[in-house]
């Protein structure tokens, strides 16, 4: 269980986040959504303690985030940024290989080498072990850095907007992986998603952001309502029944 | 591919064709290292090879070569780990003030004490106070300006090269009211030059070459996750910040002993950094420094033997360096296309 308690961090006298008080269960996906700059990413950021705050404390399976030793909460917490780019030439196999970091120090040894398959096997990119990062498409990319973060083998993934660049197929693909990873590996999934369609499909939970408070947070069928859209958003959406699920409408 | 597929393996150099290319590249480059450091000792030596005299003589030289290994290490592995800390392939250590403090204390002890300055300046303890003070405003900088909420790389490295432009601003007014004999006498002192190091203080120098150096090796699979950047390095467990700080003042402690010793060396380091990531062609910290290191003493140990041998212009080497190795650079870039 993630829990955040009087989370806030402030940027200016205007601009702030939080306080927050949030518990995200163990087990499935939760979804933050919400308008731009409404805190998300921040937030993501600051539960995988990449960001620090000003007040308030974050609790991951029992751990204090901003007290526990990071190398202690790498076993339990993963972070992706949207952002990645390395100056170093790597291949996809060799980067998988990092996630093993916090448990070698970087001597990677034969069963690190399974755990590496595994989760190369689990992205489907065995074929493409071998390539280097700068001869992939965006979305094979993409996948890399995720089996990446799978290789840490933490129970709490966090990913910030892991769908941006990719083309519809990509998108869904990556998220019917993200389903296996939590349903097979038992994996707690947090991700940042910009499209409410594919929140409210593949999430098992849905938190709403907005201004920088979390205005929403409960199952797919109690956020898709037009009321409750309309309001997080600031812009009219209307819900409909589609062939498998709900869909918001918005332009 | 079949080959790759079989093995999988995620370690640096995961293919035999990978581990071949690297054998074959460390090999060359050892015998080029000892070719040319040896060339330096033998060649234009009037007694026969191997007879006492011989030795006599090889051993007066061996002086300019320990400087020029002592250099190779400090540069080679100073400018590797400062670009990949700073996740940046196109700076380089010396943006951070060194060369330009030590041109200012070089200019100032001419400027007050004339040519009489050049000789104050010898000797082991002011080797010792100017590194003393280089590094000491390296890791002044880095505190103040890498700790704290807005703590910011960037920043950082921008006032590195404000703060560097300014001192030579200041040498360079100091250099304007100099006569044109104690100018010449400082503008020797200027160049990088292995001439110019003392070897007294090489007692000194040696001991802190090897020990940053060590330090660095140790954490050389650190800096390789570090390479990934700030984000992915915190979320692998490494405490980011204080790593940085700590690569950052090894590196200042490099640079400061080569500086001190040598003077200026700016191309040197940004060169054979270059040079030695196409040739090791590997992310490992523990793979590429070796073929720095090595690269850096050849470059430094030819370029010697040319000026030497050929020009009769010996010590300065950072001429030919920066001729010869613009060129190797550009043509090394050029055909592989990347950093």
Known sequence: MIALSGVRRDYSSEVSIGPVDLEIPAGGITALIGPNGAGKSTLLTMIGRLSGMDAGSIRIAGLDVASTKSKDLARVVSILRQENHFVTRLTVRQLVGFGRFPYTQGRITRADEEIISRSIDFLDLGALEGRYLDELSGGQRQRAYVAMVLAQDTEFVLLDEPLNNLDMRHAVQMMRLLRRAAEELGRTIVIVLHDINFAAHYADRICAMKDGAVVEFGTPQEIMTDAVLSRVFDTPVTVVDGPSGPLAVYY | ?339
Request: charged share 10%.
């Open chain 2, 1 to 339: 591919m079949a080959e790759a597929t079989l093995l999988r393996s995620a370690g640096p150099l995961p293919t035999a064709l990978a581990r071949r290319r690297y054998a074959l590249v460390i090999g060359v480059l050892v015998v080029l290292a000892i070719g040319s450091g040896f060339g330096l000792l033998a060649w234009d030596n009037p007694m026969p090879f191997g007879s006492d005299a011989f030795w006599r003589i090889a051993a007066h030289r061996a002086t300019n070569v320990t400087v020029m290994a002592v250099v190779a290490v400090a540069q080679a592995i100073a400018t590797v780990s400062f670009q990949t800390v700073t996740g940046n392939r196109i700076i380089t250590p010396s943006i951070m003030g060194f060369e330009s403090l030590y041109r200012v204390v070089q200019t100032t002890s001419v400027y007050l004490l004339g040519v009489a300055g050049v000789v104050a300046l010898q000797g082991i303890w002011s080797f010792a106070l100017q590194v003393a003070v280089m590094v000491g405003l390296a890791v002044a900088l880095y505190g103040w300006l890498l700790s704290g909420r807005y703590g910011n790389l960037q920043v950082m490295l921008l006032i590195g090269i404000v703060i560097g432009g300014g001192l030579g601003t200041v040498s360079t007014f100091m250099q304007r009211l100099l006569t044109p004999s104690e100018f010449d006498v400082l503008a020797a002192r200027l160049f990088g030059n292995v001439s110019n190091a003392d070897p007294d203080v090489l007692p000194l120098a040696i001991p802190l070459c090897i020990a940053a150096s060590a330090l660095l090796w140790v954490r050389a699979r650190r800096l390789n996750t570090m390479a990934l950047g700030a984000d992915a390095a915190r979320s692998l467990g490494l405490d980011h910040r204080r790593e940085l700080m700590l690569v950052l003042c090894l590196v200042a402690v490099l640079m400061a002993t080569s500086t001190a010793l040598v003077g200026p060396m700016t191309f040197l380091g940004f060169l054979v950094a270059t040079l030695a990531y196409q040739f090791a062609d590997s992310h490992d910290h523990r793979l590429i420094f070796p073929v720095a290191v090595l690269t850096a003493f050849t470059i430094l140990a030819g370029a010697y033997f040319v000026m030497k041998n050929v020009f009769y212009a010996q010590g300065m080497v950072s001429i030919l360096i920066e001729l010869v190795g613009g060129g190797v650079f550009l043509l090394v870039i050029l055909r592989k296309g990347r950093l």
